[in-house]
């Protein structure tokens, strides 16, 4: 098992820049692909963005392709979203995933965090 602890979220302006970082306990870290997905209030949890376990393939939602950036450090089993240019409609609570199997838009992972509040204003 993966136990996933988010952090980093805050109130930005549009066009600012946030980090996310996830923080996973464990030695196997470097096994799980990881992603991260995002609930705005009111919508139902979507897909951000993934990489898999080596980081040698990354995924991104249409919506945030060219102003996202997922990475991950498995010396330090943390995975990062830098998230750029930043627009009202990223605000949303933002959650860390895991599962042994490749993530995607398509797929539910198996491990969650508990979520990071990301909030824009215009």
């Known amino acids: 098992q993966v136990q996933l602890v988010e952090s980093g979220g805050g109130l930005v302006q549009a066009g600012g820049s946030l980090r996310l970082s996830c923080v996973a306990s464990?030695?196997?870290?470097?096994?799980?692909?990881m992603g991260w997905f995002r609930q705005a209030p009111g919508k139902e949890r979507e897909f951000v963005a993934a990489?898999?376990?080596?980081?040698?393939?990354?995924r991104y939602a249409d919506s945030v392709k060219g102003r996202f950036t997922i990475s991950r450090d498995n010396a330090k089993n943390t995975v990062y979203l830098q998230m750029n240019s930043l627009k009202p409609e990223d605000t949303a609570v933002y959650y860390c995933?895991?599962?042994?199997?490749?993530?995607?838009?398509?797929?539910?992972?198996?491990?969650w965090g508990q979520g990071t509040q990301v909030t824009v204003s215009s």
């Open positions: 995933a895991a599962d042994r199997k490749p993530i995607s838009i398509a797929t539910m992972p198996n491990y």
């Open positions: 990489i898999s376990w080596s980081a040698g393939t990354t």
């Open positions: 464990g030695r196997t870290f470097s096994s799980y692909a």
